[in-house]
């Protein structure tokens, strides 16, 4: 007998997953998505102003870091994944292991943007250690967080409405903190951001550490009795699972261009709208991640409401469509002239990429259903695993793509003002290259 067998915050009763969960379950859960999107956006938004503008590493050397580390970071999520399937803890197989991770991402925050005085090699060195730590944690955190999510009910339905609750408080929780960290980092220094991330990075890390404790205790976790099952057998079976790849295969595509966009923002508006003012530049990006952050939480509970309604893939296609037209027309809607025309750009993708989170992953769910159906095994935390290296995969291919970016187009720090083919070469990246992966997305859904 499974000692968790007796706890009340476990079940084990086929009949108790089909029914709804309770409101205190769900916001718990999607506490958890608040510590999610505030670890996985708060060092993309603070690695580029921190250590390239403020300590001197080279944009492309940073850009092929922050790939690396993320590629790095994706291949360990399926064996966390398999662990987390495997594990006979008396505490869950899934809740353990989101308490350490939240944890130990959020005390890495501390050394990540406290340096030591060092040279620009070290500087380099040092956000590549760190950041290494800090995503194995996050993935200690992020494979098991997902799993418990996509097992606590059964209702099709329902998971939906889970889905919702997770992405919606997580937009919330971001649209409320993040666009704030980089213009609270430039009102301690407008010069050098490095200087205030000091203070409000290992701050944005106590937070980590305190949205993980809810989802860590109050959801229940269902009670698997099967046999363990060899690592490169269940891999081998998840990637056999055709439905499951072509999500993966949308989720990569999107994230490549998100990312790509979000990361570029910034460097757009110092080459073209407001000629290298960091400041000014960054609390631009403040006002659309304000805006873009509320327009996502709607997003969310609009995106559930319609897929209950609706055919699932309907609305994920629609919202694709949304954000490639939304990006293509980015060139003709941000000009120095309007400045604040731009925030177009966050009314048109928020939308979509509610989409894309809500249902991608209330179809994981679906999947491990359809997956037990043909095997009998239940492997939430790999298939989890897997699609976490897949949005892993995306997030590493838009940070680089970023980096090359800047290096394509002949951005230079040092300028005073880019010259006119810069500008020229910059938006036009800007507005297609995310334009095309997004395409690339809607053919597969």
Same mark, same amino acid.
């Given at each position: 007998m499974n000692p968790a067998a007796d706890k009340t915050d476990t079940v084990s009763n086929e009949s108790d997953l089909a029914q709804r969960l309770s409101f205190k379950e769900k916001v718990a859960y999607g506490l958890g998505g608040g510590a999610e999107i505030i670890m996985a956006n708060s060092i993309l938004i603070l690695a580029m102003p921190v250590y390239y503008l403020g300590l001197g590493v080279r944009a492309e050397v940073l850009g092929l870091i922050l790939l690396g580390t993320k590629i790095f970071d994706a291949v360990t999520d399926t064996l966390v994944g398999h662990l987390s399937d495997n594990s006979?803890?008396?505490?869950?197989?899934?809740?353990?292991?989101?308490?350490?991770?939240?944890?130990?991402?959020?005390?890495?925050?501390?050394?990540?943007?406290?340096?030591?005085?060092?040279?620009?090699?070290?500087?380099?060195?040092?956000?590549?250690f760190i950041s290494i730590l800090y995503y194995v944690?996050?993935?200690?955190?992020?494979?098991?967080?997902?799993?418990?999510?996509?097992?606590?009910?059964?209702?099709?339905?329902?998971?939906?409405?889970?889905?919702?609750?997770?992405?919606?408080?997580?937009?919330?929780?971001?649209?409320?903190?993040?666009?704030?960290?980089?213009?609270?980092?430039?009102?301690i220094d407008p010069n050098n951001a490095a200087v205030g991330a000091r203070f409000w990075g290992p701050m944005?890390?106590?937070l980590i550490v305190l949205l993980c404790i809810a989802p860590s205790i109050v959801p229940r976790e269902r009670i698997v009795h099967q046999e363990k099952i060899p690592f490169f057998k269940a891999l081998a079976a998840t990637l056999q699972n055709k439905p499951f790849l072509l999500l993966c295969g949308i989720v990569v595509l999107a994230l490549v261009g998100i990312i790509g966009m979000l990361q570029m923002r910034l460097f757009l508006n110092m080459a073209y709208v407001y000629p290298m003012n960091q400041k000014v530049s960054a609390d631009m990006i403040k006002w659309f991640d304000y805006l873009?952050?509320?327009?996502?939480?709607?997003?969310?509970?609009?995106?559930?409401?319609?897929?209950?309604?609706?055919?699932?893939?309907?609305?994920?296609?629609?919202?694709? /469509?949304?954000? #490639?037209? =939304?990006?293509?027309? !980015?060139?003709?809607?941000?000009?120095?002239?309007?400045?604040?025309?731009?925030?177009?750009?966050?009314?048109l993708t928020a939308p979509g990429m509610s989409c894309v989170w809500v249902l991608t992953n209330s179809c994981i769910a679906d999947v491990c259903d359809y997956d037990e159906l043909a095997t009998g095994m239940r492997r939430e935390g790999l298939y989890g695993a897997v699609f976490s290296f897949?949005?892993? /995969?995306?997030? #590493?291919? =838009?940070?680089?793509? !970023?980096g090359f970016v800047l290096w394509l187009v002949g951005f230079d720090k040092e300028l005073t003002a880019q010259t006119y083919e810069t500008v020229i070469r910059f938006r036009l990246a800007f507005a297609l290259i995310p334009a095309i992966f997004f395409a690339a997305a809607l053919a597969l859904a």
């Open positions: 006979r803890l008396r505490w869950g197989r899934r809740k353990p292991y989101i308490l350490l991770g939240g944890l130990i991402t959020g005390l890495s925050c501390i050394p990540l943007w406290r340096p030591v005085q060092m040279s620009t090699a070290g500087y380099m060195w040092h956000f590549f944690f996050y993935t200690i955190f992020y494979v098991p967080y997902n799993a418990l999510g996509y097992e606590m009910t059964r209702d099709y339905d329902e998971r939906t409405r889970l889905m919702t609750y997770k992405w919606g408080i997580g937009s919330v929780m971001g649209s409320g903190i993040l666009p704030l960290l980089l213009p609270l980092c430039y009102a944005v890390g106590g873009y952050g509320a327009v996502s939480a709607l997003g969310m509970f609009g995106a559930g409401f319609l897929a209950v309604r609706f055919d699932k893939k309907k609305v994920l296609a629609a919202g694709l /469509l949304t954000v #490639a037209v =939304g990006m293509a027309a !980015s060139w003709f809607y941000i000009t120095p002239r309007y400045p604040y025309l731009q925030l177009l750009l966050g009314l897949s949005m892993k /995969l995306g997030s #590493a291919f =838009g940070l680089g793509l !970023s």
